[in-house]
């Protein structure tokens, strides 16, 4: 059963002139759960990025069992979705707009809005429970609601293998709970693998299978939450002191930062 | 790639009067689906109205164009002398005014879907063949041929088109940073367009008198003099960038989605903007070679078009035919508001269109834009 579904092979990626990656390897098995974390710039966008062939890079990509340089961009696009950090639509754009185009890869010339191209779109709506929100334009939506109608984007694509640079961010504790569960959904009833980069360690501890710190463009460390969410690492990758405990309702690990309250300060101030 | 279909119908159960709902957000904002065996396409009944309600204004207007004139003619008079008839009317619709009227409706829809094509490519409202460069770069190569001497409608067409294009390409190039960003493109667009209009200005002060006015009279366009030879021009232009910017249409739809997520989508990203930046090039190109520049078209119809049909992009059609409708309105307009004497419909486009750009800027500078 444990298939890979992404992987990448000595991958090196950069931009003009300095490399971020160099020579990572990396197996992402079908199925699975995984959370990319580490520091701003650490490369944490540029994997996911070479790894669904936007960005040229060296060394090889293999998806569904293929090298993706035997692929072309439409049959990449037909496998494997991904949703950039902060996308942003053209003013006045609908949800459901949006939705459809992200039929795109399935339509041909002469094949604009086939059947499954609608059931594909109504599906996304409903799980992302966007559905009532389909003929509102984007720019009159909250930014939870805005990202939910990306991510219903990204679900019209029905691809195997979804990887989205960070889902959760600006969105309230509500919303964001609202868009991991429905991703854990999706992973559990229709077997999607997920990929997703997060910056809220204990969110990547409860909903992934898989956590993956990266340094500097390196995986520093990989493996279950329990191995990676330690004192250890994230001294290492954040350069922070944190305490880790289980959390007591899942048992997964939480992090704690070791910073010291205000009024604890306050209280240790010599008074003047 | 198929398999992964099949997993539809694990979707949540749907409420059915929330189903109902979606149902009727999706007609309205995505149309309504057509099917037939090995072919699908969405069609919005309120878009369909709008491009048949304008179509049957430019035909209204075409048509009073036509019969008004220093030589006023009735409607019946003006049938008579299209399908047939012989004689003076005859001579005066079929030789002068029909042209006139068919050359200009395409000149504009010519520009319609070039400003169309150029606002969704840009992403901002602000762009079009205009802004670009697609207009002075035509002038300066046929005010140069002018002075030259080289007065021939295939030399003039030719330049007009080849400057037109260089100049564009020039801009394109010019403001591509890994990239095409709209407001760049508009900026760059400015600058390279003062040059060129310096240029254009420069050679008409060495022109001697009567080459000068004649050059003159071009840069401020006009449909006056249009004779069939031109409408054949226009008519090719059409034939051939609407059908390809139609064929590109769900390209530049994806495309407006920010170059990550078309990528994403698995468009061939730099091809697609290639073949959309030329065949808005050669839409306009076409347009300017042969009618003169005609201010502010390219900008304005694709936007009544949109505001109409209630999407902020596509519309490719409708823009070409409110792009028609302007041209042959301020033609009309320019023909009839000054008595005797006749306003070159570039400036009644440019009189009528600045204060549309003043609005327009005033309404982007109130709110953020991602430009
Ligand atoms: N388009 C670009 N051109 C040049 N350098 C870039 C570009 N995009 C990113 N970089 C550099 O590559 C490195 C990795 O960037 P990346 O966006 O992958 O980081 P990240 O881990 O996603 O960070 P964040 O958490 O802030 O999103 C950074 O040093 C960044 O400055
Ligand atoms: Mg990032």
Redesign the pocket.
């Known amino acids: 059963m444990d298939e890979e579904a992404l992987g990448a092979r000595g991958l090196v990626v ?3 002139g ?1 490399e ?1 990656i160099d020579g990572l390897d990396l197996a992402l098995m079908r199925g699975r759960i995984t959370a990319i974390i ?12 070479a790894l669904s062939r936007l960005l040229p890079s060296e060394g090889t990509v293999v998806l569904d069992g293929r090298d993706t340089a035997t692929l072309s961009t439409r049959e990449i696009a037909r496998r494997l979705s991904v949703l950039p ?1 902060g996308p942003s639509a053209p003013e006045g754009l609908t949800v459901a707009d949006l939705v459809a185009r992200g039929r795109y890869p399935h339509q041909k010339w002469l094949r604009q809005w086939s059947e499954a191209d609608e059931a594909a779109v109504r599906e996304a709506l409903e799980r992302t429970n966007m559905t009532a929100f389909a003929g509102r334009p984007i720019d009159e939506l909250s930014g939870g609601q805005r990202q939910k109608a990306w991510i219903a984007m990204a679900l019209a694509q029905r691809t195997d293998t979804v990887l989205l ?2 889902p959760t961010t600006y969105l309230d504790i509500g919303h964001q709970a609202e868009v991991l569960d429905l991703l854990v959904e999706l992973n559990v009833s229709a077997g999607r693998t997920i990929v997703l ?1 997060l ?1 809220d360690l204990n969110q990547a501890a409860r909903y992934a299978d898989r956590v993956i710190a ?1 340094e500097r ?1 390196r995986i520093a460390a990989d493996g279950t939450p329990d191995e990676v969410i330690t004192a250890e690492t994230l001294r290492a990758v954040f350069g922070v002191e944190a305490h880790v405990v289980a959390d007591p309702h899942s048992g997964a690990p939480l992090v704690i930062p070791a910073s010291v309250p205000p009024a604890v300060r306050r209280a240790a101030q010599p008074t003047s | 790639m198929t398999a992964s279909l099949d997993r539809g119908a694990m979707g949540p159960a749907a409420d059915p009067a929330l189903g109902r709902a979606l149902d009727r957000a999706l007609d309205r904002a995505l149309g309504r689906a057509v099917r037939g065996p090995g072919f699908s396409a969405r069609l919005a009944p309120r878009a369909l109205l709008v491009a048949s309600a304008a179509l049957a204004v430019l035909l209204a207007l075409a048509v009073a164009s036509i019969c008004f004139g220093d030589y006023p003619l009735r409607f019946d008079q003006v049938v008579d002398a299209i399908f047939g008839g012989s004689g003076g009317q005859s001579y005066i619709v079929q030789r002068f005014r029909l042209p006139r009227a068919v050359g200009g409706a395409l000149a504009g829809a010519l520009l319609g879907l070039s400003g169309a094509v150029f606002q969704t490519l840009a992403r901002n409202v602000l762009a079009s063949p205009d802004v670009l460069g697609v207009e002075t770069g035509a002038a300066l190569v046929t005010v140069i041929l002018m002075t030259l001497g080289l007065t021939g409608t295939a030399a003039l067409t030719g330049g007009a088109f080849a400057g037109a294009a260089v100049v564009t390409a020039a801009v394109y190039v010019l403001a591509y940073r ?1 990239g095409i960003n709209g407001m760049r493109l508009i900026l760059v667009g400015i600058g390279v367009n003062a040059c060129v209009t310096g240029g254009t200005s420069y050679v008409l002060m060495l022109a001697e008198v009567h080459t000068a006015e004649r050059a003159h009279n071009w840069t401020l366009g006009g449909f006056n003099g249009l004779g069939w030879e031109q409408v054949a021009v226009l008519a090719a232009g059409l034939a051939v960038t609407l059908p390809l910017a139609t064929g590109l249409a769900a390209r530049l739809r994806t495309l407006s989605l920010g170059d990550g997520v078309a990528r994403a989508l698995g468009l061939p990203l730099e091809r697609s903007r290639l073949l959309l930046v030329g065949t808005g090039v050669l839409a306009a190109a076409a347009s300017v070679a042969v009618a003169g520049p005609v201010a502010f078209i390219a900008l304005v119809a694709p936007q009544i078009a949109r505001r109409l049909i209630g999407r902020p992009d596509g519309g490719l059609v409708t823009s070409a035919i409110f792009g028609a409708l302007l041209a042959v309105a301020a033609d009309f307009a320019g023909r009839q508001l000054a008595g005797d004497a006749e306003i070159p419909v570039g400036i009644v486009t440019a009189l009528a269109g600045g204060p549309w750009l003043v609005y327009l800027l005033m309404k982007r500078g109130s709110r953020s834009t991602d430009g």
Do not use: F, I, P
């Not at chain 1, 580490?38 to 990025?49: D, H, V």
């Open positions: 950069g931009y003009r300095h971020v580490g520091a701003n710039g650490c490369g944490k966008s540029t994997l996911l990025w950090q640079d960070e980069v910056h990266m463009g | 890994r």
